[in-house]
């Protein structure tokens, strides 16, 4: 008996922006709408599975739509359940896109089939869609087991989670394998993108049309990976048998919809619950690629052994997501990172968007999510000469670490000994301003690439582009210096004079790191305070 069917029921609860009110789509309807630029909301996608949803969606879109002699994607409903139906040809029935197939031989919507007798592997129970998902639960976590219950009415929930689960799991134990888009085990599967037009179906449709003009790309890269004249038959992998052993990674297209885990959805006392199983091998044979397997939103780390990016919960920091987006002879970004030889031509500004759910030894350490507004002129030189932009870049990360560790922190420790010989080696003291060195580091990220690309879209020169940088820096430095000094304690028995202290090493610090960099100020009142030791010297003693 089949149930759920994905082609026919409105599973979907789908908001658009010309009305609040939620409507019911299937999934046809929903690729109809995308393809034809609608802005829809999905308000049951949690925002950990807004990657894994849009990637399934342009990556069975491509899978459809790839061998056609028109590669538009259709704005109808009908169209789309043909070309689903494509995918699925020996499957009549359409098993392969309901929820619940109950003839375990045959394959379900993501889950795989089994052989006669195997149903025994499939143990273990889940009854809500939150222990289905990516998200490790407990009960003393914020992610409480048994959350979001395997409701009919909401099986979105469920179609979200399982698309996650597939898609984007990293290894969670003996028998619990991991995408072969990470990099081994506790690895994660990042997105980064660009997109101009802004909403889930514009967003879409550049995907789609990027990958669409790539297809010879594709093939001559697939080709060179696979030198044996692998064929590349098996797209959607909950179509073939799975009771153990791997798929060969030369029979897998390189935009296949991956199934990492055994599961089974059954209907039992008249309740939906997932059945899962162990597996004692990856899906596809892929752990000696280390996660190089053409995703086209994966970087890869370039090196002796490339790899796919290991994401940590830093990664989208300005001092490492510009080296991520900037260095090429560090990182090779995926093609739907890149702007396309068409966009280039266009000369429109963009957005470069960076997902990741960051994973930890038996759970997830974090949802990291941050976009960057690109002017056109960014886009430009990004393409036509990354290196400069990419020294540019780094440049300002020196300029900023200079700011915090030679500058502001200096004068903070200067604030909190108030005399004129300061122990720089304090630990207390250092302790005390470790959080408004993070608080300075934090206003930088705020606003690092904002800067940097207005100096690009300025045309200015390096000299130009320092001078407007350190100069931003030393504002926020002597912003953070006030704002500190009116909470750290100081030796000194009058703050107002350990402030002063503080305000002129300050000041020779950044003569002293920044130079001609720096205009003119002389604004700060120093007369009739004791000078002070240079930061980087030791206090003389005796």
């Known amino acids: 008996m089949l149930e759920h069917s994905l082609l026919s029921a409105p599973l979907f609860r789908v908001t658009l922006d010309s009305s609040p009110a939620a409507i019911r789509l299937s999934l046809p309807q929903v690729l109809a709408r995308l393809s034809a630029a609608d802005a829809l909301t999905f308000p049951a996608l949690r925002p950990h599975q807004q990657a894994p949803w849009h990637a399934f969606l342009v990556q069975l879109a491509y899978l459809t739509l790839e061998l056609q002699d028109d590669p538009r994607p259709p704005t109808t409903p009908e169209a789309w359940v043909d070309l689903l139906r494509n995918l699925t040809p020996d499957h009549p029935d359409d098993g392969p896109w309901h929820l619940v197939n109950t003839d375990w031989q045959k394959p379900a919507f993501l889950q795989p089939p089994c052989s006669p007798g195997r149903e025994v592997d499939f143990k273990r129970s889940a009854d809500a869609a939150q222990d289905i998902d990516l998200l490790v639960t407990a ?19 469920l179609v979200y989670a399982l698309i996650a689960l597939q898609g984007w799991s990293s290894f969670l134990g003996a ?47 697939f080709r060179e990976a696979h030198r044996d004249g692998a064929a590349a ?19 897998v297209h390189p935009y296949a919809l991956e199934v990492c885990r055994r599961v089974r ?36 780390l370039t090196g002796d052994e490339p790899k796919a990016l290991t994401a940590q919960a830093h990664s989208l920091s300005y001092r490492k997501l510009q080296e991520l987006v900037f260095d090429r002879s560090k990182v090779e970004l995926p093609v739907l990172a890149k702007p396309s030889d068409r966009e280039y031509n ?14 930890g030894d038996g759970g997830t350490d974090g949802w990291l999510s941050r976009e960057l507004p690109m002017p056109a002129p960014v886009l430009s030189q990004w393409h036509s000469a990354p290196a400069v932009l990419a020294q540019r870049s780094q440049l300002f990360v020196s300029l900023a670490g200079l700011a915090a560790g030679k500058v502001l922190r200096s004068a903070l420790l200067q604030f909190m000994d108030g005399g004129d010989k300061v122990d720089w080696k304090n630990r207390d ?61 100081t030796r000194q028995g009058s703050r107002h004079f350990a402030l002063a202290r503080a305000q002129r090493l300050m000041e020779l610090s950044l003569r002293k790191q920044f130079g001609t960099f720096l205009a003119p100020t002389g604004t700060t009142p120093f007369d009739g305070i004791p000078p002070v030791t240079n930061q980087n010297e030791e206090p003389a003693h005796g």
């Not at 660009?194 to 001559?220: K, N, Q």
């Not at 038959?233 to 029979?251: I, K, Q, V």
């Not at 266009?346 to 994973?359: D, E, K, M, N, W």
């Open 233 to 251: 038959e098996h797209r959607l992998l909950w179509l073939p048998l799975w009771d153990e052993g791997s798929l060969p990674l030369g029979s």
């Open 429 to 489: 003291f250092t302790r005390a301003v470790e959080p408004w060195l993070s608080r300075f580091e934090a206003a930088v990220d705020e606003v690092f690439f904002e800067q940097l690309f207005a100096t690009i879209e300025a045309r200015q020169g390096d000299i130009d582009a320092q001078r407007q940088w350190v100069s931003w820096l030393a504002k926020a430095c002597w912003e953070h210096l006030t704002l500190a000094s009116e909470a750290l304690p």
């Open 139 to 157: 009960r003393h976590h914020d992610e409480k087991t048994g959350k979001l219950p395997l409701d009919e009415r909401e099986l979105d929930t």
């Open 346 to 359: 266009a000369s429109q500004p963009g957005v470069f968007i960076a997902q990741v759910l960051v994973s």
């Open 265 to 300: 959805l059954v209907r039992h006392q008249g309740l939906l619950l997932l059945r899962r199983a162990s597996s004692n091998a990856m899906r596809v044979a892929a752990k000696e690629q280390r996660g190089v397997v053409l995703d086209p939103w994966v970087p890869v």
């Open 175 to 221: 028998g619990n394998y991991g995408s072969m888009r990470m990099n081994g085990g506790f690895s994660s599967r990042p997105q980064f993108r660009l997109a101009y037009l802004r909403g889930s179906g514009a967003e879409f449709l550049r995907d789609l049309a990027a990958l669409l003009d790539d297809r010879e790309g594709l093939s001559e890269q």
